[in-house]
């Protein structure tokens, strides 16, 4: 019911203020065409004169026209250069933008969301396979026996970018500091067969096999066990 009042308020003053304008803009050119009218009639009565006068109103009619499209063109390219220095992320939701009113039901509402989002985040650590995910707001305790992953992060993209690296750009970055560059593309299989007799390169490779082409979310644990053994295999290149 309020906001029904308040929809009808905003339109009745909305329809009140067009009307306004468009009445006060009437007597405006009512009063600013008397001149005109009067230069016309007069010319009439003066027929030696005609032509000369017939003239003058019609440069007076197009130099008043123009000026005004120029004051016209002049506003609206002074509008638009304020409304471009408004960033394009924001938002009017604020007091002065909308209203007191307005800007306290956004906020509320905001806050709402804000605390039910807090409530539907998990209280602890959460590890199932294909996702590994850690709340920041655990203890120092908890953190220290934790090994460090971004959030949410997707054990697949990790090691699928070790096979693309190799067969798009015909590199492996070792470290930060450390890219090894590859005349030809090979597969990671190829580029250690030199190894192939060091078991743990074997079993590296065994695991990422299974890892890369089963088809099978991926643990935490093998996903730890393949860091563990790719820091292996970087130490031998």
């Given at each position: 019911?309020i906001?029904?009042?308040?929809?009808?308020?905003?339109?009745?003053?909305?329809w009140?203020?067009?009307?306004?304008?468009?009445?006060?803009?009437?007597?405006?050119?009512?009063?600013?065409?008397?001149i005109?009218?009067?230069?016309?009639?007069?010319?009439?009565?003066n027929?030696?004169?005609?032509?000369?006068?017939?003239?003058?109103?019609?440069?007076?009619?197009?130099?008043?026209?123009?000026?005004?499209?120029?004051?016209?063109?002049?506003?609206?390219?002074?509008?638009?250069?304020?409304?471009?220095?408004?960033?394009?992320p924001?938002?009017?939701?604020?007091?002065?933008?909308?209203?007191?009113?307005?800007?306290?039901?956004?906020?509320?509402?905001?806050?709402?969301?804000?605390k039910?989002?807090?409530?539907?985040?998990?209280?602890?650590?959460?590890?199932?396979?294909?996702?590994?995910y850690?709340?920041?707001q655990?203890?120092e305790?908890?953190?220290?026996?934790?090994?460090?992953?971004?959030?949410?992060?997707?054990?697949?993209?990790?090691i699928?970018?070790?096979?693309q690296?190799?067969?798009?750009?015909?590199t492996?970055?070792?470290s930060?500091n450390?890219?090894?560059?590859?005349?030809?593309?090979?597969?990671?299989?190829?580029?250690?067969?030199?190894?192939?007799?060091?078991?743990?390169?074997?079993?590296?490779?065994?695991?990422?096999?299974?890892?890369?082409?089963?088809?099978?979310?991926?643990?935490?644990?093998?996903?730890?066990?393949?860091?563990?053994?790719?820091?292996y295999v970087k130490?031998?290149?």
């Amino acid at each position: 019911m309020i906001r029904s009042l308040k929809k009808t308020t905003h339109n009745g003053l909305l329809w009140l203020y067009t009307s306004s304008f468009v009445i006060l803009m009437m007597i405006i050119l009512a009063m600013n065409s008397v001149i005109p009218i009067d230069v016309i009639v007069l010319s009439k009565t003066n027929n030696s004169h005609l032509a000369t006068n017939t003239v003058i109103i019609l440069v007076i009619c197009i130099v008043f026209l123009f000026f005004s499209s120029l004051l016209h063109m002049f506003r609206l390219f002074y509008d638009k250069m304020l409304l471009q220095e408004i960033p394009k992320p924001y938002i009017p939701i604020t007091e002065n933008d909308i209203g007191f009113n307005s800007s306290s039901s956004i906020e509320l509402e905001m806050r709402k969301c804000k605390k039910i989002l807090d409530l539907a985040k998990p209280n602890g650590i959460i590890s199932h396979p294909g996702l590994y995910y850690h709340n920041n707001q655990q203890s120092e305790f908890d953190n220290k026996n934790l090994q460090e992953f971004p959030n949410n992060l997707i054990y697949e993209n990790v090691i699928k970018v070790i096979g693309q690296e190799l067969k798009y750009n015909g590199t492996l970055t070792i470290s930060n500091n450390r890219i090894l560059r590859l005349d030809n593309h090979y597969s990671l299989r190829e580029l250690l067969h030199v190894y192939r007799n060091d078991e743990k390169v074997e079993n590296f490779l065994n695991l990422y096999d299974k890892l890369r082409f089963s088809g099978k979310p991926i643990t935490c644990n093998e996903f730890k066990e393949f860091l563990h053994q790719w820091n292996y295999v970087k130490s031998k290149l």
